[in-house]
């Protein structure tokens, strides 16, 4: 059973939507910020990295990072650049990607408890110097403002209401600078709201599909929420305020795709060396769990699972896994799993791809043409994977078990600042 509900939305008007939404914060450092802030001054990016409007530099988790960030956003709903929804709302929010695929997932907000009780599922580790940032930007702005990614297996119920709202016109509908297109709906009848909460209460599970780092903090700092509530309340002796009556925070913004129309990009490997051993030695070692194919110079991209692309002293090579190699284990089998123990580890000595400099990971929307520049500047091998399925992420989380860093990709990305869950 899945608490997923309404809530009560600032977003922007109409007209400034398009300069206002932002893709994530976490796509960009900070110089990069700096310069999409001077190209959209009203850009929610200034609120996601306030760090980027400052005009001298401050030490991470700086409160006067958070403080101006709480400040620019109050600003600019005082100056009407927000507006505020009375009652709350369901919405449909439409990706159209460049070659113009699209998917459609529920803007509303997510259940704490869910995520703790493992009602919502998640397949990556987080690391806790990661989440500090994002809930003391929660806590000092008194909102969400960015959306986690979910996923949930459609039976077929909500997508009917989805068909029938977004044949109507739509709320907002603008194309981004990057060609990504947005469109979004409100659910505006009662009887379809009722039928949305109604069908994701016999959901048995919602799944991280991206954003497991916002997650994790938006958690942590509903717990924080509630326990300043338990401690105000002890001090006061338990008078006038009810402990069981719901916080705001007890629930997060999300957007919920049904996993048919999603579909998970490769997510690439590049090594800085290798690892002290010469071209002829690497082909050897690797061949005792690969079959290795003739080198070519055209590109190679893997299609099917069990088979790597391998681009090294400018050629390319397919690597394909032996059988005895290979794992009905919903991690170990995964392709990522087998390319690190198999090859990145034992071979290249990149023993904890989280940790270890010599490795770095390149989206797979970014094109293989990427991975040989890369190559040519600062890398020396690089490897092309075949993307996992939303299925083998479900088994993954299913299980109870942590897929390697950098498994998934997903695109196109929702943008932040569109929807604004204040608490």
Request: a negative charge; hydrophobic letters at 35%; proline letters at 5%.
């Amino acid at each position: 059973m899945a608490d997923v509900i309404p809530f009560s939305c600032v977003r922007p008007r109409e007209d400034k939507v398009l300069e206002v939404a932002a893709l994530p914060y976490d796509v960009y450092n900070l110089e990069e910020a700096r310069v999409e802030i001077e190209k959209h001054p009203d850009s929610f990016l200034r609120i996601d990295m306030a760090e980027a409007t400052m005009d001298s530099p401050v030490q991470e988790h700086d409160e006067r990072i958070y403080e101006k960030a709480r400040d620019l956003l109050l600003e600019a709903i005082a100056q009407a650049i927000y507006i505020a929804d009375d009652e709350p709302h369901y919405f449909f929010y439409r990706l159209t990607a460049l070659n113009g695929r699209t998917q459609t997932g529920v803007v509303a907000c997510s259940s704490i408890d869910d995520y703790l009780e493992n009602r919502i599922k998640k397949h990556e580790k987080t690391k806790p110097a990661k989440e500090i940032d994002r809930i003391r930007h929660i806590n000092t702005c008194c909102a969400h403002t960015g959306p986690i990614f979910l996923a949930y297996r459609s039976e077929g119920t909500i997508e009917s209401v989805m068909e029938k709202t977004c044949a109507t016109p739509a709320l907002y509908n603008f194309i981004a600078d990057d060609g990504i297109g947005h469109t979004i709906w409100r659910v505006d009848n009662k009887q379809d709201t009722e039928t949305i909460r109604r069908t994701f209460e016999k959901t048995s599970a919602l799944y991280i599909a991206d954003g497991h780092h916002r997650a994790a903090s938006a958690v942590k700092a509903g717990l924080l929420r509630r326990e300043e509530r338990a401690t105000n309340e002890a001090s006061e002796g338990g008078s006038d305020n009810a402990s069981g009556k719901p916080l705001a925070s007890d629930h997060f913004l999300s957007i919920i795709f049904p996993s048919n129309q999603l579909v998970i990009y490769d997510y690439n490997r590049t090594v800085a060396d290798l690892n002290g051993l010469s071209l002829e030695e690497l082909l050897a070692r690797i061949q005792k769990c690969f079959v290795v194919s003739k080198p070519q110079t055209e590109p190679i991209k893997p299609e099917d699972k069990g088979i790597f692309g391998m681009y090294v002293n400018g050629l390319w090579y397919k690597l394909t896994v032996k059988a005895e190699y290979t794992s009905t284990d919903p991690v170990d089998g995964l392709d990522v799993s087998i390319l690190q123990d198999r090859l990145l580890g034992p071979i290249l000595g990149v023993d904890d791809p989280r940790t270890d400099k010599r490795i770095d990971f390149v989206g797979g929307v970014r094109g293989l043409d990427e991975l040989e520049r890369r190559v040519a500047t600062d890398m020396k091998i690089a490897f092309a994977l075949f993307p996992p399925s939303i299925e083998e992420l479900f088994a993954v989380a299913d299980a109870g078990q942590l897929m390697p860093p950098k498994s998934t990709w997903f695109e196109p990305k929702p943008r932040s600042g569109i929807f604004i869950h204040q608490i």
